[in-house]
């Protein structure tokens, strides 16, 4: 018994040891080359604009408008994020949980002369509709719900995309709200 107790004052005496020693050495790693890491790809072509005025210079427009406080149902939209890119100004919405992406663009911007949207994805639905002399195109996956919408006027094009963000990814906007947007972007 004796012995089982020297041996147990030792184990426990040596991982006292241990574990003081480890507390007090200092670590010293050496430090290394610096290296470059060359990315591959293309860089991002979005710039995040602070104001509306300053996304008009960026991209090279003449300006954007859309109507203030515009709802959606009962809500306001909310203004998010305001993008430019060469030839094209992005605003970016939030209402309950849509997100809503307005553009503004170039026609001689855009490599389809058409479709500014960026949206490439198949939808069930795709109709024309003619809103204040405007032919829209619009795309979803229910009737009289707009996912994708988009137009010509003048030199420019237009576009509006409304996406649910709570796993509706049937949501669109309906003629009416539609009609708010494309009335009031210039």
Same mark, same amino acid.
Request: one cysteine or more; hydrophobic letters at 40%.
């Given at each position: 018994?004796?012995?089982?107790?020297?041996?147990?004052?030792?184990?426990i005496a040596?991982?006292?040891?241990i574990s !003081? @020693?480890?507390?007090?050495d200092t670590i010293?790693?050496?430090?290394?080359?610096? %290296? %470059?890491?060359?990315?591959?790809? *293309?860089p991002?072509?979005?710039?995040?604009d602070s %104001?509306? =005025?300053?996304?008009?210079?960026? &991209?090279?427009?003449?300006?954007f408008?859309?109507?203030?406080?515009?709802?959606i149902? =009962?809500?306001?939209i909310?203004?998010?994020?305001?993008?430019s890119t060469?030839?094209?100004?992005?605003?970016?919405y939030?209402?309950?949980?849509?997100r809503?992406?307005? *553009?503004?663009?170039k026609?001689? &911007?855009v490599?389809?002369?058409?479709?500014?949207?960026?949206d !490439?994805? $198949?939808?069930?639905?795709?109709?024309?509709?003619?809103?204040?002399?405007?032919?829209?195109?619009?795309k979803g996956?229910?009737?009289?719900a @707009?996912?994708?919408?988009?137009? =010509?006027?003048g030199?420019?094009?237009? &576009?509006?995309? &409304?996406?649910? =963000?709570?796993?509706?990814?049937?949501?669109?906007?309906?003629m009416?709200e539609? $009609?708010? !947007?494309?009335? $009031?972007m210039r």
């Amino acid at each position: 018994m004796r012995h089982l107790a020297k041996i147990m004052t030792i184990l426990i005496a040596s991982a006292m040891l241990i574990s !003081f @020693a480890g507390c007090n050495d200092t670590i010293v790693i050496p430090a290394t080359e610096e %290296t %470059t890491v060359e990315t591959k790809g *293309r860089p991002n072509p979005w710039l995040i604009d602070s %104001t509306v =005025e300053e996304a008009v210079t960026h &991209a090279g427009i003449d300006k954007f408008e859309i109507a203030p406080d515009i709802k959606i149902g =009962e809500e306001t939209i909310h203004l998010q994020t305001i993008k430019s890119t060469e030839g094209i100004l992005e605003e970016e919405y939030y209402y309950g949980a849509v997100r809503l992406i307005v *553009r503004k663009g170039k026609a001689t &911007a855009v490599k389809n002369k058409e479709d500014i949207t960026g949206d !490439f994805n $198949s939808y069930l639905k795709i109709w024309d509709c003619k809103i204040d002399g405007k032919m829209v195109h619009c795309k979803g996956e229910r009737d009289d719900a @707009a996912t994708v919408s988009y137009w =010509e006027d003048g030199d420019y094009l237009y &576009a509006v995309m &409304a996406y649910g =963000e709570g796993g509706d990814t049937g949501y669109g906007l309906n003629m009416e709200e539609l $009609s708010l !947007f494309v009335k $009031s972007m210039r």
